[in-house]
């Protein structure tokens, strides 16, 4: 099997401790190459676990992406801008629950439709 080379946004929960332990379980078939976070802290404690090089780690996707790497897949792990729709409810607005933030307050400068991750949400179950 080919190992898959994917680059992560948003090492927070989601990224970090829910898609990405996969790879530190699995090396021989997946490894994250690159990882894209604002908060330092977070970017570089999840690039030290994975090995990331300096020169891999981003504050802004958008570097990420312009540098052009030959990936097998990104991981999109970031919530959606603060009181916009996470696209699972027919395009309601959430400012009515409290998230707060104003319009393009997202931190990642992101639009809604993209920030949500490449894999359902799966609830967890009682088993």
């Known amino acids: ?14 990224g970090a401790n829910c898609y990405a332990p996969y790879a530190l379980k699995y090396p021989a078939e997946v490894k994250f190459v ?44 970031i919530s959606p801008a603060p009181g916009k729709t996470d696209g699972r409810d027919s395009g309601k607005d959430k400012s009515d629950r409290g998230s707060g933030g104003e319009e393009g307050d997202h931190p990642y400068g992101m639009p809604c439709a993209a920030a949500h991750p490449i894999f359902p949400r799966y609830e967890k179950s009682d088993r």
């Open 1 to 14: 099997m080919k190992q898959l080379k994917l680059g992560l946004i948003g090492a927070g929960e989601r």
């Open 34 to 77: 690159c990882v894209a976070e604002p908060l330092e802290e977070r970017r570089d404690k999840f690039a030290d676990v994975h090995g990331i090089p300096q020169e891999d780690r981003f504050a802004d996707w958008k570097e990420l992406l312009e540098k052009n790497y030959e990936l097998d897949g990104i991981i999109i792990a």
